[in-house]
């Protein structure tokens, strides 16, 4: 883990692979964890409906971040 101002950051691993959402409906954050606000568009949450494939290209505690954008979506609701 990295430290930074005096507090333990999580490493992010990165990784490379396709995923489908497995939820009915799956919050995109602006971080790796439920703490993290989800990103909104115009005041609208950015959801990914079920059966979407995505690219993963990094993992954090259990998030995987989308590929090309600064979203994280928890792995709980894809598979790859």
């Known amino acids: ?3 930074y101002d005096g507090v333990k ?3 992010v691993k ?3 692979y396709a995923a489908q959402v497995t939820a009915s409906a799956l919050n995109v954050r602006t971080g790796p ?4 606000k989800v ?12 059966g979407i494939c ?4 990094a993992e ?3 998030f995987a971040k989308l590929a090309g ?3 994280w979506v928890s792995m709980n609701y894809i598979k790859h």
């Open 54 to 57: 995505v690219a993963i290209d």
């Open 14 to 16: 990165a990784v490379n």
């Open 33 to 36: 964890s439920p703490n993290y």
């Open 9 to 11: 950051q999580p490493e």
């Open 39 to 50: 990103m909104e568009i115009n005041s609208q949450k950015i959801l990914l409906p079920k």
């Open 69 to 71: 954008v600064d979203g």
């Open 1 to 3: 883990l990295t430290k």
């Open 60 to 62: 954090c505690e259990g």
